[in-house]
């Protein structure tokens, strides 16, 4: 793929939750977070979009090589078949063909996370293959460096891993392309292990191996940067002063009283008896202090509009609309959910006066920020 389709692929990979596979093979994109994750603010971004989805479409092309007992067996896989979304709805759904997921889910045993932040700073889809790569090796470093259970030798060859010259083309599929080797140095090496040391979490290095005369592999050497220090002490100082200290506690003191809030509130229940929460998801504090800090005031808002049957009505559409096998913030889409609804227009009057639709001005961003206050 090229470089826009493949990051659109490997953001939809992101969102499959391995511990909990979408038993459809169906993860849902927000078209707000693609544009964001790509850095667009342009006029033409939706146009864009649905040619870089066309092209994923048609460039996504895997084939598996796995050794069998009597030789190697090849597959040959077009991972998504299907991809919907309209121009009025912020969602995309993507399906993954069954054949892929199995590899896709095994990412954790094989090695194969790496950080999406990295490759979002990416460029080149050389560079993004290549990280890829490395990054699988460069894991199981660090794997088997802490866990033990191979010897200094395999945990060099980790470190340093070498890949012959002809396997890398085709990694990075450049069989028919670069064919004279400086070429190939330059396009495809060279620029991509500058950009992976310059804007990732590794630095990385390579040199080329020869056998005769000719060059038969390139080795390369992984290491990762130290996580960036504050200058002049300053996390340091700042973890000792008094104030900064004091500010800590008090938030935490704040978090605490939010969370108390938070079990006896009747939107609690809501959202459990809804599935949209789960009784171990109560004891993430964290989750519940936010929960009653930004979302149930609205639901309290909803509430005084609609009754507490309106509410449990919402929060029913919007569990059926929840994808729980993507990886969504529960607090953002809850309540992004019901601003929504709220600013709609479609909310009810109570039951008592329900002759008629209650229709609501646009809120500003000065009456949702002091609200949210």
């Known amino acids: 793929m090229d470089k826009t389709p493949l990051k659109i692929f490997e953001l939809a990979v992101s969102y ?59 597959r040959s896989i077009v991972p998504i078949p299907e991809v919907k979304w309209t121009d009025y709805h912020d969602e995309v ?18 090695f194969t996370q790496y950080a999406l932040s990295d490759v979002t700073e990416l460029n080149s889809k050389y560079s993004i293959i290549l990280y890829k790569w490395l990054s699988m090796h460069y894991n199981q470093y660090e794997h088997y460096a802490n866990q033990g259970g191979r010897r200094q030798e395999q945990l060099e060859e980790y470190a340093n ?16 392309e670069y064919k004279h080797f400086p070429h190939f140095e330059t396009r495809v090496l060279k620029n991509a292990t500058e950009e992976i040391t310059q804007h990732t979490h590794f630095n990385v290095s390579y040199e080329k191996l020869k056998k005769g005369r000719s060059i038969d592999s390139i080795q390369f050497h ?34 605490q009283a939010l969370f108390a809030e938070a079990m006896q509130s009747i939107f609690t229940m809501e959202l459990i008896d809804s599935s949209l929460i789960s009784p171990v998801e109560m004891t993430d504090i964290s989750l519940m202090a936010n929960l009653q800090q930004e979302v149930y005031p609205l639901y309290k808002q909803l509430e005084e509009i609609v009754g507490i049957k309106g509410v449990r009505k919402h929060l029913e559409y919007v569990s059926s609309k929840k994808l729980d096998y993507s990886k969504p913030n ?19 009057q109570p039951e008592e006066s329900k002759t008629k639709f209650l229709k609501q001005p646009p809120r500003t961003l000065e009456e949702v920020a002091k609200d949210y206050l």
């Not at 759904?93 to 094989?110: C, E, G």
């Not at 891993?161 to 028919?176: A, F, G, H, I, W």
């Open 16 to 74: 499959i939750d391995t511990d909990n596979p979408p038993k459809d093979n169906i993860i849902y994109l927000s078209k707000t977070e693609l544009f964001k994750f790509f850095k667009v603010t342009d006029s033409n971004k939706h146009t864009r979009f649905k040619e870089a989805i066309e092209i994923m479409q048609k460039q996504a092309f895997f084939e598996v090589k796995e050794k069998k007992e009597k030789g190697f067996e090849y």
């Open 93 to 110: 759904m993507i399906r993954f063909d069954i054949a892929i997921m199995p590899y896709l889910i095994d990412l954790k045993t094989n």
């Open 161 to 176: 891993p070498s890949l012959p010259v002809k396997e890398l083309r085709q990694l990075t599929d450049t069989l028919n």
């Open 222 to 255: 992984i290491s990762k940067k130290a996580q960036p220090q504050e200058l002049n002490g300053e996390y340091k100082e700042r973890e000792q002063d008094p104030a900064y200290l004091q500010d800590k506690a008090n938030r935490e003191v704040s978090q």
């Open 330 to 348: 529960l607090v953002k889409y809850l309540k992004t959910a019901v601003v929504r609804y709220l600013d709609s227009g479609d909310t009810k």
